[in-house]
């Protein structure tokens, strides 16, 4: 007899399960099925072929009534859904014209005839290839006899429905063979319990079944074993801080007695794997389904490489960067068609630091992929590398590192039984899984049309979860709860044992090591020497603000994150605006024409790819008249450009003191500091508040100038197009003056942290220092 089960687990576990007895055989249903079923004369198209078939399919003048785009990089983001519609529609065994479509819009019959057309088409194109698929299949396949014929009696474990497909498969091997069902029967799949009695079979709900199908009758019925076991839940405003939660309920488990390998973590969103590997700094988990070769090495730069030669914005070239790639040696590759030329830059991208593993699947897959393109039509770089990574992202790498614990998929659960499960993600958007196979029909035609609804669906998950659930002594449920995210209505028939504790106990079990609690010290007391390098005026704004951001900064040496963005914020505008004013008085003459006619070439010059910096450019042209116009006015009275953008340093009464001056204009002998401000002025209206001010930006361009004579320094408001002189100038002065000499005079300083916390608001180092608000 052979042994048939949903997944190779079950295989692998029946198997361990004989101690030196001879073996009966087991195999999956799927390698089941591969056998069984034959197609002569045609072999199976694979997953490249079959999109490349389908896009070529769709050019036809309706399909775009269809809204789905043809473009080769979104046809292969969206053929997914057109897959799983017709591979549904097969396996069901619904003719798509038999659909019923009473009581639809007349557009909707309308997109059906396009989808059976486009379906038609597509058929006719594998049959010239001498392909088949999914979709093809059960109408041309034969089956295999002598196979069959050979396998005398075989046991089907049956963990939820069968396709109409399948069910005409058992019926067919009936006349050559015993054939066994052994399924649960819950409230959950009435549906099997439907298909039994349709084939003379009676069942109850709530038993285990051990059926005959030749002779329609039960062997065997028992009472379905179920436990009652104390569920755990516990909902989190962040994602990650269910790994802490899956890493304390494993520790509860093993100390209430249960062994690490009969406990289960169940991931119903596998994107999950990669936070749980990343923080299993024990090697405690094992994950059945491998790592996904996408998070490796040579896809993360194939992606990179991608994105870069699609859209060469600031974010993709700092990709490129930290993955210490060649720009260079790609921007030409985005149209290349030459066979020789894209397989050879595809294996350029393997790194003799990738692992041996990744490297065997890469270079196993490229020769495959060779082959392909050699028999496909022509595509570019771009297109070939898109579907070559979509090829090599389906590849997984077998864990070997020996943990204990299971990590698996929902639909690796199927027939499992674990002591202890611990389930994250039971959120709605995730359990009940939505199915892409709902875009292009409605429940109400699926229910006419005897295809599987969505209540199907979730009944048939509900079934997976109950059989997990009901056969562990303990469970754990975790979700995301927040203004995005919601529990799962299926928690509503659980009833679970909600954990009243503290998101932040979960915190510290997973920064129990965090590098930010190490950083912070004892003690802030220290010599320095604020001029042992020049000192500016921003170093000083620092110390004066807040001195334990001074000592991170500039003591500590720590940087500030700077995160690339494409949007057109303040400090880009303002870079912007002074490379662009520098440039523009380089060129005289300096009349308001000319000013207006070289600021449009110079930013245009300085295009940049920032969300709305076209919009933005517009703008302060227009803004800039005013100041060309009150520039034309101040050249005709004589002021001319002594300096642009003078970087100035100087060492007197012991200070060493840096800064860099925008611009600095000349009249006779008279001197004026300019400091450029694209953004909005504080023009300090009292002495007291002039006094309390920290920034003495002017102040210190002022004692950088001092040797040409007669100077005065003010702000060049750009939007007003206003100079603006600080009334209190010399009071602050001497206020910086004082500043200077008292950090010259201490040897040693305590760097507190500041009591402003309007200052900590938008500081990076705000939870260093552990002053966050």
């Known amino acids: ?244 939660f899956v890493f304390e309920k494993i520790e509860e488990f093993v100390k209430s007695g249960i062994l690490p390998q009969n406990i289960a973590v169940v991931l119903p969103d596998e994107s999950f794997a990669p936070i749980l590997k990343e923080l299993d700094s024990l090697n405690n988990l094992n994950f059945a389904m491998g790592f996904e070769i996408k998070y490796f090495g040579y896809c993360q730069r194939l992606q990179a490489i991608l994105k870069y030669i699609k859209d060469d914005e600031i974010e993709h070239i700092c990709r490129f960067f930290r ?91 199927r027939g499992a039984k674990y002591d202890g499960v611990i389930i994250v993600d039971f959120n709605d958007d995730i359990v009940p899984k939505r199915s892409s196979k709902d875009m292009f029909i409605s429940s109400l035609v699926r229910s006419r049309s005897n295809l599987p609804t969505a209540e199907d669906r979730e009944n048939l998950q509900r079934f997976f979860y109950d059989r997990l659930i009901s056969s562990a002594k303990m469970v754990a449920i975790s ?74 900064k500039y003591i500590k040496g720590y940087k500030e994150a700077f995160m690339p963005t494409d949007i057109c914020d303040a400090r880009s505008i303002g870079t912007l605006m002074h490379e662009m004013l520098r440039d523009l008085f380089k060129k005289p003459p300096f009349t308001f024409a000319n000013f207006k006619k070289e600021a449009k070439k110079l930013i245009e010059a300085k295009k940049s790819k920032k969300a709305l910096w076209e919009i933005e450019s517009d703008i302060w042209l227009l803004r800039l008249e005013n100041f060309f116009t009150l520039e034309t006015q101040r050249f005709e009275e004589g002021w001319e450009i002594f300096a642009l953008e003078k970087n100035e340093r100087r060492e007197f009464e012991g200070f060493n003191i840096t800064g860099i001056i925008d611009r600095i204009d000349k009249k006779a002998n008279q001197y004026l500091l300019l400091d450029y401000k694209t953004g909005k002025i504080a023009v300090d209206a009292t002495e007291k508040k002039a006094m309390e001010s920290n920034d003495f ?26 100079i603006i002189e600080n009334a209190y100038f010399n009071e602050r002065k001497e206020k910086l003056l004082e500043h200077l000499r008292f950090l010259k005079q201490t040897a040693v300083f305590e760097f507190s942290k500041t009591e402003d916390k309007k200052i900590c608001r938008f500081c990076q180092f705000s939870k260093l220092c552990g002053n966050c608000v």
């Open 697 to 722: 930006q002017l102040e210190f361009y002022s004692l950088l100038c001092e040797n040409l004579g007669d100077i005065k320094t003010a702000f060049y408001d750009l939007n007003k197009a206003e």
């Open 1 to 244: 007899m052979t042994e048939i089960f949903s997944t190779a687990r079950q295989v692998r576990e029946f198997y361990e399960s004989f101690n030196n007895q001879l073996l009966t055989k087991a195999i999956t249903i799927a390698e089941f099925e591969s056998k069984v079923w034959i197609v002569p004369n045609a072999v199976q198209a694979d997953d490249d072929t079959r999109v490349l078939l389908m896009r070529e399919a769709s050019v036809f003048s309706n399909f775009d009534k269809l809204h789905i785009p043809k473009e080769f990089m979104a046809f292969l983001q969206n053929s997914n859904y057109i897959f799983r519609f017709f591979e549904e529609l097969a396996n069901e065994e619904v003719e798509i014209d038999k659909l019923d479509l009473s009581d639809t819009y007349a557009e909707f019959s309308e997109h059906i005839a396009i989808l059976k057309e486009l379906l038609e088409r597509y058929r006719v194109l594998l049959g010239q290839k001498g392909l088949f698929d999914k979709i093809t299949l059960p109408k041309i396949a034969k089956l295999n006899i002598p196979y069959v014929a050979s396998l005398k009696k075989i046991r089907i474990h049956l963990e939820g429905f069968l396709s109409r497909f399948e069910i005409r498969l058992l019926k067919s091997i009936k006349e050559y063979c015993e054939i066994e069902i052994i399924t649960p029967i819950t409230i959950y799949n009435k549906k099997t319990a439907r298909w039994l009695r349709e084939e003379g079979i009676d069942t109850s709900s709530g038993t285990l079944v051990e059926c005959d199908l030749n002779e329609s009758k039960v062997i065997k019925s028992e009472i379905l074993y179920r436990l009652k076991p104390k569920i755990f839940y516990k909902s989190f405003s962040l994602r990650v801080l269910q790994a802490a």
């Open 479 to 552: 979700c995301v709860e927040n203004e995005e995210k919601l529990p799962s209505r299926f928690l509503k028939s659980l009833h679970v044992d909600i954990e009243d504790v503290s998101e932040d106990s979960y915190k510290e079990i997973l920064f129990k090591t965090n590098y930010i609690k190490k950083s912070v010290e004892k003690s802030f007391v220290h010599k320095h020497n604020f001029f042992a390098e020049p000192l500016s005026s921003s170093k000083l704004k620092t110390y004066l603000e807040c001195s334990r951001k001074y000592y991170l």
């Open 323 to 413: 993955l210490k790639l060649d720009k260079d040696s790609f921007q030409d590759f985005r149209k290349k068609t030459d066979l020789g030329v894209i397989i050879s830059q595809l294996k350029s991208i393997i790194s003799e630091n990738d692992f041996k593993e990744e490297k065997n699947i890469i270079e196993n897959e490229l020769f495959l992929f060779e082959k392909f393109l050699q028999n496909s039509v022509e595509l570019n770089f771009e297109q070939a590398a898109t579907l070559f990574l979509k090829r090599v992202e389906k590849k997984s790498i077998d864990d070997n590192r020996g943990g204990k614990v299971t990590v698996m998929g929902m639909l690796e659960s």
